[in-house]
C-alpha cells in the first residue's frame, strides 16, 4: 500500500522560507513523477511543480525562481524549497505522485494523472 507524508509547513512572514518534504512508502515502480499542488481557499487545486525520477522538472509561473522541488530516490522522498515567500502562496499544500511518466510539464499537468496523494500541510504566509 502507497502512503505519501507530508511535513515542513508552518506560518512565516512574507520573505520567508520553508523546506517540505515528502515520505513515499509502499511500491509506485520505477519511472515515476512526483509533484507538489496547492489549494488555496475557495481556489481549485492548482500543480506548482513536478519532477522526474532523473530530476527534469518543472514550475508554475508565479513560484519560478522561488521554489525548488527535488527528490532524492534512495530515501523515497520529495521536497519544495519554498523562498522569498509571499501571502498567495498561502494553501494546503499536497505531494502526489504519477506512474509512467517522464519528463513532465506544468502544461500538460492533470490532477488526474496523479494516483497517489498525501493528505497534505498547510503553508501559511503573512
Known amino acids: 500500500q502507497v502512503q505519501l507524508v507530508e511535513s515542513g509547513g508552518g506560518s512565516v512572514q512574507a520573505g520567508g522560507s520553508l523546506r517540505l518534504s515528502c515520505a513515499v512508502s509502499g511500491s509506485i515502480g520505477t519511472n515515476y513523477c512526483m509533484g507538489w499542488f496547492r489549494q488555496a481557499p475557495g481556489k481549485e487545486r492548482e500543480a506548482v511543480a513536478v519532477?522526474?525520477?532523473?530530476?527534469?522538472?518543472a514550475y508554475t509561473g508565479s513560484v519560478k525562481g522561488r521554489f525548488t522541488i527535488s527528490r532524492d530516490n534512495a530515501k523515497n522522498t520529495l521536497y519544495l524549497q519554498m523562498n522569498s515567500l509571499k501571502p498567495e502562496d498561502t494553501a494546503m499544500y499536497y505531494c502526489a505522485a504519477r506512474r509512467f511518466c517522464i519528463r513532465p510539464s506544468i502544461a500538460t499537468t492533470l490532477l488526474t494523472q496523479y494516483g497517489y496523494w498525501g493528505q497534505g500541510t498547510q503553508v501559511t504566509v503573512s
Open positions: 519532477i522526474d525520477r532523473d530530476g527534469s522538472s
